[in-house]
């Protein structure tokens, strides 16, 4: 009903396989670091050739792929394949092929999804904690040479998402300044898109000194009630936030249902 097998080519060698693909699903909503939520798990998967472990992330120009072969083919790449998630070596590719920033910094923005435990859903390890920081540290670093030239319209959500990353990292100073890198980046565009709101609400997570990955006041209510629910309390903020009427009141009725 959601997606099912899709047949892949390499790009380079040939090699024929399959992998699973979406076909159809909804999102409500997302955590400060841009995963959605949704009914399928995020991100999505992304191809792998099984004999080479070539990342194929998107298409590439046959120059592209006979650089990709010498790429792979190098004693670094054999050794990303042991310790990096499928992303990030996809990000790491795609700053080899000089891919635009507003590009490359996506994939490696799911690649911190893909090591950072999803806590409203009652996810107690964090066996990827230190991986999950240097991935950030890198994000965060990137998103701060930025080139001079870099639109806009991808400047600001770069500098948002680097914000949140920094924040979650404990770098209260440097998020917040990112943070109002990304309002005045904003500034310059007419549509907002919501991203506004996004911007005023991570300025008092920041001020609060929360490195939370799910905010209550930052998630969807649903999230936050299931959080409030079913996960004790860690902080005074998480606290007063379950315990407001309105809160207590759907918590409630969530706990006599389970």
């Known amino acids: 009903m959601h997606g099912g097998p899709r047949e892949m080519t390499c790009p380079v060698g040939g090699e024929r396989f399959s992998i699973w693909q979406p076909t159809m699903y909804s999102t409500y909503g997302e955590r400060p670091d841009g995963k959605p939520y949704g009914y399928l798990p995020f991100p999505f998967p992304v191809s792998e050739c099984p004999s080479n472990r070539l990342i194929?992330?998107?298409s590439f120009s046959p120059?592209?792929?006979a650089k990709l072969a010498g790429i792979?083919?190098?004693?670094e790449y054999t050794r990303l394949t042991t310790t990096e998630t499928t992303y990030y070596r996809a990000w790491w590719l795609a700053e080899r092929l000089?891919?635009?920033p507003q590009d490359s910094l996506g994939l490696l923005l799911s690649a911190i999804w893909q090591v950072t435990p999803d806590?409203?859903?009652?996810s107690t390890a964090d066996r990827d904690a230190e991986q999950r920081r240097r991935y950030q540290e890198v994000f965060v670093a990137e998103v701060r040479r930025l080139p001079a030239a870099t639109p806009a319209k991808d400047r600001f959500w770069l500098e948002a998402r680097a914000a949140n990353a920094a924040r979650?990292?404990?770098r209260f100073g440097?998020?917040?300044a990112l943070r109002k890198t990304a309002e005045a980046s904003l500034?310059?565009?007419p549509e907002k898109k919501g991203w506004d709101a996004y911007l005023t609400k991570l300025k008092r997570v920041i001020a609060r000194r929360d490195t939370g990955v799910e905010p209550l006041d930052m998630i969807p209510q649903q999230e936050a009630d299931i959080a409030c629910a079913f996960r004790p309390p860690s902080n005074a903020f998480d606290r007063a936030f379950c315990a407001r009427p309105e809160t207590a009141a759907r918590v409630a009725d969530m706990r006599k249902s389970r």
């Open 187 to 189: 500034s310059r565009l």
């Open 72 to 75: 792979i083919d190098t004693v």
């Open 168 to 170: 979650q990292l404990g």
């Open 119 to 122: 806590v409203s859903e009652g």
């Open 56 to 58: 194929a992330f998107d």
């Open 63 to 65: 120059d592209e792929v």
């Open 98 to 100: 000089g891919r635009p």
């Open 174 to 176: 440097d998020a917040e």
